[in-house]
């Protein structure tokens, strides 16, 4: 059976995208090779899902081509993100503009959008996976390789009794698709365990798309430059300077976690995609850290000083507990030894404290990673309808294009409004079940 409209992935954009169609009165099918669809959308937001935000500026989005990013918008933005989800039952709760379903589990927006993909009749055929898709005279053959699951029962649970139920794969088999319309919904490589597995970025090239180069985005930093073994589990506000090859690119503020490996922590993710980028161009990346942002340079100058001549009976070590984490007074006392109060020292150690400098020589990898940076060029698309203007009826949508937001719930803003836009001009274009 020639099927209408084929979405390859049912993650986030996968799912609205197949639901747009369906609305439309379209016979839509999700191809998804996990055992479910929807298994990253479960683990965003710490398990809550921040699934969009009231704050939206084009500042909170990167791409190549940011304009088209801002036209997507225009088209559907976060206020039709939360109208769309409300219509399906979700109450939005916000945060400090953050949203968040009412009932702070992402499992909520799973659920909505699988009775609404059961209430439209979209076809869901789960453990199949996308291999090859080939443009014919009629639209696409799509071949899958269908993973046949046998539920075993494993080891027993945490020494309980109940054992715990596992799916072993016991064999495979080729199965083949026409469909007048594709849309390509497989997400990057983010996280690889949730279902992304980077197979969007092949199968686009084997059609002959353009790739701006994927680097993990969202993503813990390694670094050298300190005792980090030492400071490990530390965490404290900090401002963090991010420089590629001496010119700032980037500054954040906010809880910063210190790693044995480097840094971590929602400023460090938000800085990480310039890192990957410069660091995957070759580019050398240093991060300031200023330990102690709520105070200018030379007023800590004055108060360390200040603090030495009070306690002259106090170690250098001892004279700064209290005015910061006590792991990192041995950092960042670490070659200075018998500071002198009258001389210059304690300038040198309020710059050291201000703009404590470590070079970043990798990020974590894919599997850490929230999200990509980079991916399908969007120049390649014939506009907000997602549709490639090399083939006609294939779309392309979410995370896989290339374009990645900041933390805060700009990336499923993304794949949602990108997976309504590409659904609801899939589904029209049809005539229907001819
Ligand atoms: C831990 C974590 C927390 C996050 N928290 C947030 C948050 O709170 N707010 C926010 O905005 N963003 C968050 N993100 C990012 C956000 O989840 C993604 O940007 C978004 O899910 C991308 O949507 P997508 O549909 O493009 O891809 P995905 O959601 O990754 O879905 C792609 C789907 O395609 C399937 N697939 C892939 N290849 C194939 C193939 N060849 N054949 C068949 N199926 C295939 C996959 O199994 C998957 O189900 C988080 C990400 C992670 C990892």
């Known amino acids: 059976m020639k099927r209408e409209v084929i979405v ?67 088209h559907f933005n976060e206020k039709d993100t939360i109208a769309f989800f409300q219509k399906l039952g979700i109450v939005p709760k916000a945060k ?24 439209l009749k979209v076809e869901v055929r789960c453990n199949e996976d996308v291999t090859k898709i080939i443009p014919t005279k009629e639209g696409y053959h799509i071949q899958t390789l ?12 945490n020494g309980k009794n109940k054992k715990k139920e596992k799916a072993i794969e016991v064999d495979s088999y080729v199965a083949e698709y026409d469909a007048k319309k594709v849309i390509i919904a497989t997400g990057g490589r983010a996280s690889e365990k949730l279902g992304s597995n980077g197979s969007g970025y092949r199968l686009l090239k084997e059609m002959g798309y353009g790739l701006v180069p994927v680097v993990p985005a969202l993503v813990q930093l390694k670094a050298k430059g300190a005792d980090f073994e030492q400071v490990a589990g530390v965490r404290c506000d900090a401002n963090i300077t991010l420089l590629v090859d001496g010119e700032k690119v980037a500054q954040e503020e906010g809880e910063l976690q ?8 929602i400023p460090v993710f938000q800085v990480s ?50 005015l910061m984490n006590d792991k990192l007074i041995t950092l960042l006392l670490n070659k200075a030894k018998n500071i002198d109060p009258y001389g210059t020292d304690c300038k040198r150690l309020a710059k ?35 549709e490639s203007k090399k083939h006609s009826g294939f779309y392309i949508v979410g995370e896989v294009l ?33």
């Open 352 to 386: 050291r404290m201000k703009q404590f400098t470590i070079e970043i020589t990798d990020t974590n990898g894919f599997d850490n990673a929230q999200i990509c940076a980079g991916g399908m060029d969007t120049t390649e698309l014939a506009g907000v309808t997602m």
């Open 8 to 74: 390859v992935g049912g993650g986030a954009a996968g799912m609205v995208a197949a639901i747009a169609a369906a609305s439309e009165g379209a016979r839509v099918t999700i191809l998804e090779h996990k055992e479910k669809v929807g298994k990253k959308i479960l683990a965003t937001g710490n398990g809550k899902c921040n699934y969009t935000n009231l704050y939206q500026s084009m500042e909170c989005y990167r791409s190549e081509n940011l304009p088209f990013v801002q036209e997507v918008f225009s």
């Open 258 to 265: 210190l790693t044995n490996y480097g840094v971590s922590g």
């Open 146 to 157: 269908v993973r046949v699951l046998e539920t075993r029962s494993g080891a027993k649970q």
């Open 96 to 119: 400090n503009g953050y949203l968040y379903p009412g009932s702070e589990q992402a499992s909520s927006i799973v659920d909505v959008l699988t009775m609404e993909l059961k209430h």
């Open 273 to 322: 995609r310039y890192a990957a980028k410069a660091l995957y161009d070759q580019k050398k990346v240093t991060m300031e850290i200023d330990f102690l942002p709520q105070f200018g340079l030379d007023e800590l100058g004055a108060l360390l000083c200040q603090r030495y001549q009070e306690s002259s009976y106090k170690t250098d070590h001892e004279v700064l507990i209290g």
């Open 402 to 434: 290339d374009v990645d937001g900041i933390c805060g719930g700009y990336n499923l803003q993304w794949a949602w409004a990108t997976g309504y836009l590409a659904g609801k001009a899939a589904g029209k274009k049809l005539k229907l079940h001819e």
